[in-house]
């Protein structure tokens, strides 16, 4: 359902209380006459320092998913939009499709995420030139990064490299440099792949990736750029935003 200012669309976006980047992120990329109205998974902002508090946020995470949902939708919008990624990843392709399933279900209107995003991003970008090789950048512990890999693999991609920056808590992904971002991506670069890929909604990295495609003269895919765009597309609304990397002005 649209109102007087989402005359086109009205996004709901669901994101994890502790992220503070998805929803700047996706305002700079949102057209005339479409909104976004969030709703927050509530989750603590323990430290992350290993594999097993990683798994711990992930769970917490997945826990207060569908409540989550169901708040969002009171609202009545038209699509919703995953603003947290490491779920979308978890257990490989098949799973992320039964995923999507069980959101498409929950919230009875069609539901975009980051893992699919970046696939089809990756199509839009391999229409152009193939694309075989990718490296990655997370703000992960290990496991997370282990996870991103398998998925990315079972849906045809060698990943040379994942660099997790093992961000301190859920809402320390937030503050992680530019420069950091920037010093990874070059460190990523030197395995030669096809593309790099940027996961982890928290992760400030839209107009860090747009600057690396002039660079690097690649596609630099940041995955809040990818889901919003993918959002927008699966919702008929082709509107070009340019300035913040090709995906968004070409595709």
């Given amino acids: 359902m649209v109102d007087s200012l989402g005359y086109r669309l009205k996004f709901g976006v669901v994101a994890p209380s502790t992220n503070t980047s998805v929803e700047p992120e996706y ?71 039964t995923l999507h399933q069980a959101f498409q279900e929950r919230a009875g209107v069609g539901v975009t995420m980051g893992s ?8 839009a970008y391999g229409s152009e030139k193939e694309i075989k090789r990718i490296s990655v950048l997370t703000p992960y512990m290990p496991v997370g990064d282990r996870m991103v890999a398998g998925f990315f693999q079972d849906i045809g991609y060698e990943v040379t490299r994942v660099i997790g920056l093992k961000s301190a808590s859920p809402m320390l992904i937030a503050h992680e440099p530019a420069t950091k971002l920037r010093d990874t991506m070059l460190e990523l670069n030197k395995d030669e ?24 003269d690649k596609p630099v895919i940041a995955i809040n750029t990818a889901t ?13 935003v340019f300035g913040l990397g090709r995906l968004m002005s070409e595709w």
Avoid at 116 to 123: I, P, W
Avoid at 228 to 240: E, G, P, T
């Fill in 228 to 240: 919003y765009w993918h959002a927008l597309r699966q919702s008929n609304i082709d509107d070009k």
């Fill in 116 to 123: 699919h995003a970046c696939q089809a991003a990756l199509a």
């Fill in 27 to 97: 305002a700079q990329l949102q057209p005339e006459g479409v909104t976004n109205h969030f709703s927050r998974i509530t989750i603590p902002d323990d430290p992350v320092i290993d594999d097993d508090s990683f798994q711990n946020l992930v769970e917490v995470i997945r826990e207060n998913t569908m409540q989550a949902i169901d708040s969002v939708m009171t609202c009545s919008p038209g699509h919703v939009v995953m603003g947290m990624s490491a779920e979308t990843f978890w257990d490989g392709a098949e799973r992320a499709d």
């Fill in 193 to 216: 792949p096809d593309a790099i890929i940027q996961c982890g909604t928290n992760l400030a990295c839209m107009r860090v990736a747009a600057e690396a495609e002039r660079w690097l």
